[in-house]
C-alpha cells in the first residue's frame, strides 16, 4: 500500500466543513480523528437557513456596492450593518472587500465560484448517496421576491450572470405568476426568480450529524479538546491541544469563523472575519411554505427547518466577542409576518451565528503557506453548507496530491 494510504490526519472542527472532510478523507482509505472543543455542530452549522444555493455564485463585493453600503450600513438594524465597536477592528478586512468590488477581481470571483459550485453539487448528490441521506434533504426550489418593476429590474443583471453559469430559473412578473408556486405572498411582491434546482436539507443540524455518524460507524473518532497551536514539523504537524500534544502528518482545519486565530499560530495571517447572522425559529409551521422564499430587497430568508419555519438572514460585522443584538432577528420575524399575511410569530427560538467570511466572498481551500501539511479549508461565509461536499472533495485531492479537478488558485490561503 502506498505511504498516503497509512496517513493519519486530524480535522480540527466539527461543522458540516469539518464533519464532511472527515468522511471524505475515511473513504479515501486515512485514518481520520476529527477534533471540536464542543463536539459535532456546535457552531455556526448547527442553525444556518438549510439551502444549497448552488445559483449564488455573486460574492457580496460587487462594484458599486462601496457606494451603497454606508447607506445600509448606517441604519443599525438594515440588511448590512457594522458595530461601532469594531469598525477600527474591521477596517483592514473592508480596505480588502473593496478591493475585491473592483470589476476585474469581481469578474474572476464569480467565476471561481461558479466553478467551485458546478464541482459541490455533483459531490453533494454522491455524498447523499453515499450516506442515504435523501430522506435529509427537501428539493422545492427556491423563489427571489422583489417589491416593485423597479428593484426587478435593477436584479435583472445578476439573473443573467447567473443564466451564463448555467443556473436554470424562470422569472415571473405578476403576483398570480407568484402565487402558482406560493401562495399567500402579499401582492406587494410583484416579481421574482424561481431557481427549481435549487435544494435545502430538512435540518442543517440534523444532516451535519447523520454525516459525522457516517464516519463513526466507518471506524472515525470525534473527540472533544480545545487546539491552541500548531507546530510543523519536518514531516507532519504537531497540535497543541487542552488534553497534551498530538502528532499527525496532516492536518485540516476547519474551524470555521475562528480558523483564522489557529492559523495564526502556524505564522499565517489569513484575513477572516465574521458576517454575524440572525433567524429565529417556529417549531410549528404557520404558514404553508412551499418553497425557499428569499426577500432579496430585505436581506432575509425564510425556509422550512423539521416541521416548523426558520426566518433568517442579515450580516453584521462585528466580530466574535461581542454580545448579539437580537433586536435584528425580531425585525425580520416582523417583516416576514407583513409579507405573508397569517404567519403567526409566537413561540420562536432566537440564534446568532458566525459566518466565516473571506473579504471576497471565496472560501480558503489551500495549503497553509508555512507547511504543506496543513490544509486550509474555511472562509465559507454564506455559503458553507452549499459548498461543503465539493470542499471536502478537494481537500481529500490536496491531501493525496492529486489534481483537483478546478483551478484552486482563486483560494489559496495567501491570495491577499
Ligand atoms: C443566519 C445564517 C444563515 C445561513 N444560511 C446558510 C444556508 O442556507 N446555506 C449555506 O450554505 N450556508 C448558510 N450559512 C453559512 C453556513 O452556516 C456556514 O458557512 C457554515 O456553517 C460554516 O461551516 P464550518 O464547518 O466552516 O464552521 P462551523 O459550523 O462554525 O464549525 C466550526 C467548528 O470549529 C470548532 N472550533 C472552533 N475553534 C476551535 C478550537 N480552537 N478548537 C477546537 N474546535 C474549534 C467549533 O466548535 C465549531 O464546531 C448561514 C449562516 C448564518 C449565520
Redo the contacts with the bound molecule.
Keep these: 500500500m502506498a505511504e498516503a494510504e497509512h496517513t493519519e490526519i486530524l480535522v ?7 464533519v464532511t472532510a472527515a468522511l471524505a478523507l475515511q473513504s479515501e482509505g486515512h485514518k481520520v480523528r476529527l ?5 459535532v ?13 448552488y445559483a449564488d455564485v455573486e460574492p457580496l463585493a460587487t462594484p458599486g456596492i462601496i457606494r451603497k453600503a454606508p447607506k445600509w450600513l448606517l441604519d443599525p438594524l438594515g440588511p448590512l450593518s457594522l458595530r461601532p465597536g469594531y469598525a477600527l477592528q474591521l477596517t483592514p478586512w473592508l480596505l480588502k472587500f473593496w478591493r475585491a468590488s473592483r470589476k476585474d477581481r469581481y469578474a474572476a470571483a464569480v467565476k471561481a465560484q461558479s466553478e467551485l459550485m458546478h464541482l459541490a453539487q455533483a459531490a453533494q448528490e454522491r455524498l447523499i448517496t453515499e450516506v442515504s441521506g435523501e430522506p435529509l434533504m427537501r428539493r422545492e426550489g427556491q423563489m427571489q421576491l422583489y417589491e416593485g418593476a423597479a428593484s426587478y429590474r435593477a436584479s435583472l443583471p445578476s439573473w443573467e450572470l447567473r443564466r451564463q453559469h448555467g443556473v436554470t430559473f424562470e422569472l415571473f412578473e405578476t403576483p398570480d405568476a407568484i402565487a402558482e408556486i406560493q401562495p399567500g405572498v402579499a401582492r406587494r411582491f410583484t416579481h421574482a426568480g424561481y431557481t427549481p434546482e435549487w435544494m435545502n436539507t430538512v435540518d ?1 443540524a440534523l444532516w451535519t450529524r447523520h454525516v459525522a455518524e457516517a464516519f463513526v460507524a466507518r471506524g472515525g473518532t470525534i473527540e472533544i ?4 497551536a500548531l507546530r510543523p514539523l519536518g514531516q507532519g504537524v504537531e497540535v497543541e491541544t487542552a488534553s497534551g500534544p498530538l502528532r499527525a502528518a496532516k492536518v485540516v482545519l ?5 480558523s483564522h ?2 492559523a495564526r499560530t502556524l505564522g499565517d495571517r489569513i484575513p477572516l472575519d465574521t458576517e ?4 429565529t425559529t417556529f417549531p410549528t409551521a404557520s404558514f404553508d411554505l412551499r418553497t425557499h422564499l428569499t426577500f432579496s430587497d430585505h436581506g432575509f ?1 425564510i ?1 422550512r427547518i423539521g416541521e416548523g419555519l426558520r426566518v ?2 442579515a450580516v453584521e460585522l462585528g466580530g466574535l466577542e461581542l454580545p448579539p443584538n437580537y433586536k435584528r432577528a425580531e425585525i425580520l420575524v416582523d417583516k416576514a409576518a407583513t409579507f405573508l399575511p397569517g404567519f403567526e410569530t409566537t413561540g420562536g427560538t432566537q440564534w446568532m ?4 467570511s473571506m473579504p471576497d466572498s471565496l472560501p480558503v481551500i489551500s495549503a497553509s503557506p508555512t507547511s504543506r501539511d496543513v490544509i486550509y479549508a ?1 472562509g ?9 461536499a465539493g470542499t471536502a472533495q478537494l481537500v481529500a485531492a490536496l491531501c493525496a496530491g492529486r489534481a483537483p479537478g478546478i483551478d484552486l488558485s482563486p483560494f489559496r490561503a495567501d491570495r491577499f
Excluded: K
Design positions: 480540527i472542527g466539527a461543522g458540516i466543513i469539518g477534533l471540536d472543543r464542543a463536539g455542530a456546535a457552531g455556526t452549522s448547527v442553525g444556518n437557513a438549510g439551502a444549497f444555493a442543517p479538546t480545545e487546539i491552541r476547519a474551524a470555521g469563523a475562528w486565530r489557529i454575524r447572522g440572525y433567524n430568508v425556509s433568517g438572514g451565528g458566525f459566518r466565516p474555511f465559507h461565509g454564506h455559503l458553507g453548507l452549499t459548498q461543503s
